[in-house]
């Protein structure tokens, strides 16, 4: 589980494929990766969103496998050398919850519609267009996460929704380079998900 508060970027440095699968290695800018209080073979976490096993490490990088599950619902089956991707270890008993409870399990890629960059302030509205599977669990004032960024939806419509970054989500996330029509991915709410299972048939509405 994860909180969409990213704690680090990284860049991919060798994207190889392996039959169906997508073996990945990347080098993060800050977390240690060998050591004490580094990364570990076989812990999760989230790449741009998605949840990760960490499969292999070296003192500057790590590896991580991704099926064709992984690969046909989210954009890391485009990731090459250079690509950068946001990082959030899991979740700790001992952690303040701040941003939103995170699966890492994503719903579907969206894209930039439109940016909107205000005068003053130097914030950026963001909106996207996603799949009706997706706008189902969006409402305002909720929480979705935008290639693993926790952000709080600002206006929601039949075909797109909007965020609103501010400059620190811009300068410690991938957001902040991310350009008109550039595929981000998309996870909503897992409460929403829920109850939409749960009430929907009641309602003949499909979850």
Request: hydrophobic share 45%.
């Given at each position: 589980?994860?909180t969409?508060?990213?704690?680090?970027?990284?860049r991919?440095?060798?994207?190889?494929?392996d039959?169906?699968?997508?073996?990945?290695?990347?080098?993060?800018?800050?977390i240690?990766?060998?050591?004490?209080?580094?990364?570990v073979?076989?812990?999760?976490?989230?790449?741009d969103?998605?949840?990760?096993?960490?499969?292999?490490?070296?003192?500057?990088?790590f590896?991580?496998?991704?099926?064709?599950?992984?690969?046909?619902?989210?954009?890391?089956?485009?990731?090459?050398?250079g690509t950068?991707?946001n990082?959030?270890?899991?979740?700790?008993p001992?952690?303040?919850?701040?941003?939103?409870?995170?699966?890492?399990h994503?719903?579907?890629?969206?894209t930039?519609?439109?940016?909107?960059r205000?005068?003053?302030?130097?914030?950026?509205?963001?909106?996207?267009h996603?799949?009706?599977?997706?706008?189902?669990?969006?409402?305002?004032?909720?929480?979705?996460?935008?290639?693993?960024?926790?952000?709080?939806?600002t206006?929601?419509?039949?075909?797109?929704f909007?965020?609103?970054?501010?400059?620190?989500?811009l300068?410690?996330?991938?957001l902040?380079?991310?350009?008109?029509?550039?595929?981000?991915?998309?996870e909503?709410?897992?409460?929403?998900?829920?109850?939409?299972?749960?009430?929907g048939?009641a309602?003949?509405?499909?979850?």
């Amino acid at each position: 589980m994860f909180t969409g508060l990213i704690e680090d970027t990284a860049r991919v440095v060798r994207a190889d494929r392996d039959g169906g699968d997508l073996v990945l290695e990347l080098a993060p800018r800050t977390i240690r990766c060998a050591g004490v209080a580094g990364l570990v073979l076989g812990e999760s976490i989230a790449v741009d969103g998605a949840c990760l096993t960490v499969t292999r490490t070296t003192d500057e990088s790590f590896f991580a496998l991704l099926g064709p599950e992984t690969l046909a619902r989210t954009t890391l089956g485009a990731a090459e050398p250079g690509t950068v991707v946001n990082l959030e270890r899991a979740l700790l008993p001992t952690t303040r919850m701040g941003g939103h409870l995170v699966a890492g399990h994503v719903d579907a890629v969206g894209t930039i519609a439109r940016l909107d960059r205000h005068a003053t302030g130097g914030t950026v509205e963001f909106t996207f267009h996603a799949p009706t599977s997706v706008l189902r669990h969006v409402v305002e004032q909720g929480s979705i996460a935008v290639d693993g960024v926790s952000l709080t939806v600002t206006r929601v419509d039949d075909i797109s929704f909007a965020v609103m970054a501010i400059p620190h989500t811009l300068a410690h996330t991938t957001l902040g380079d991310k350009g008109l029509g550039a595929r981000v991915n998309l996870e909503t709410d897992l409460l929403a998900k829920y109850v939409a299972k749960l009430v929907g048939p009641a309602w003949g509405a499909r979850p």
